[in-house]
């Protein structure tokens, strides 16, 4: 079973950009859906995005338009491209492998990566 680690998180202000990296201990050539999630402070963890194959990719409507995810095969990295960051974009972010488009996870959950975006 393939293992994630994510990275690139990191305090911001409002308004700036972060991307975040994912890269598997395997190859993601044929893993065929893949996905971000977040977990606010006191909040459950929820499916922000997800990539799946040729089919558009799913947002949030918290992130839609904002956010940006993107994969490659060849160097089997999961990317989140944020930009025009608010502070209720603060949390620690994850990826995963998902069983379908929108969801749930198929893989254990990493350490995540946390993003606060303060002024």
């Known amino acids: 079973q393939v293992q994630l680690v994510e990275s690139g998180g990191g305090q911001v202000q409002p308004d700036e950009s972060l991307r975040l990296s994912c890269v598997a201990s395997?190859?993601?050539?044929?893993?065929?859906?893949m996905g971000w999630y977040r977990q606010r402070a006191g909040q459950q963890r929820e499916l922000i995005a997800s990539?799946?194959?040729?089919?558009?990719?799913y947002y949030s409507d918290s992130i839609k338009g904002r956010f940006t995810i993107s994969r490659d095969d060849s160097s089997n990295t999961l990317y989140l491209q944020m930009s025009k960051l608010r502070p209720s974009d603060t949390a620690i972010y994850y990826c995963?492998?998902?069983?379908?488009?929108?969801?749930?996870?198929?893989?254990?959950w990493g350490q995540g990566t946390q993003v606060t975006v303060s002024s």
């Open positions: 990539v799946r194959g040729d089919t558009p990719s």
């Open positions: 995963a492998v998902l069983r379908f488009y929108l969801g749930p996870p198929n893989t254990p």
């Open positions: 395997g190859s993601i050539a044929d893993i065929f859906t």
